[in-house]
């Protein structure tokens, strides 16, 4: 089964982890002026940093049945072979990264303002709201964030409760895809060093195998 694109849209970006893409990694210089212009904080010494104890991408929020909702809205897709399609976006809540240059640092960072505005909502109202925001304009789902993928399990019934639906993933790549294989396309993003993610798990060598291997499931953007 391929996703809905036609073949040659999508040309799938494959490389092996070999020693070249990991000094690709983490060589690239950081931008740390730039970071600092844009009023994020650079993290020097993620131990003594309030946020190190949400910073592991191993750490499970996925339990229960429950998925913290950030927002949810209908709007064009801006990015991946699917640009300019009407969407409904599900912004999760919580990322294992720091980049300073984050536009939605609501989702993890305590001091921002809209951090404490969220939703608990289940897989099925999810798929509900969803519905009600699609309407007759969109067809397409995009799970966004924070990192989705930290909620992966739950993202998964809501696909399987959204019949009709196409669904994309935009992803750091910092979590391997288990449950949402093959039912997503994925939009992932590795962020460089530049992000300004030091010491943090930006890097995770099993999920980009795995994402390697999913082939024309995967669209890959370095930023």
């Not at 530049?194 to 943090?200: D, H, P, Q, T, V």
């Amino acid at each position: 089964m391929k996703p809905y694109y036609e073949d040659g849209v999508i040309t799938a970006v494959r490389w092996r982890l070999s020693d070249w893409l990991k000094r690709f990694f983490l060589l690239s210089p950081p931008v740390r002026k730039g970071c600092s212009k844009m009023g994020k904080k650079v993290l020097t010494n993620p131990q003594q940093s309030v946020y190190h104890s949400v910073m592991s991408s191993d750490r499970d929020y996925d339990v229960g049945n429950i998925v913290e909702i950030s927002e949810m809205f209908l709007s064009l897709q801006g990015e991946g072979p699917s640009a300019g399609t009407p969407a409904v976006f599900v912004r999760t809540r919580r990322c294992p990264l720091r980049c300073c240059w984050c536009d939605t640092a609501y989702t993890w960072d305590p001091q921002d303002p809209g951090y404490q505005r969220y939703e608990l909502m289940s897989p099925r109202n999810v798929a509900r709201r969803v519905r009600e925001l699609a309407g007759d304009s969109a067809r397409l789902v995009v799970f966004t964030g924070g990192e989705p993928m930290l909620w992966q399990r739950r993202l998964a019934e809501v696909v399987e409760l959204l019949d009709g639906y196409q669904f994309e993933v935009e992803t750091s790549g910092t979590v391997t895809p288990k449950e949402l294989k093959f039912k997503c396309l994925f939009n992932v993003s590795p962020k460089l060093q530049s992000s300004g993610n030091r010491g943090l798990r930006r890097i995770n060598e099993q999920a980009f195998t795995t994402l390697a291997e999913l082939k024309w499931w995967v669209v890959w953007k370095f930023v």
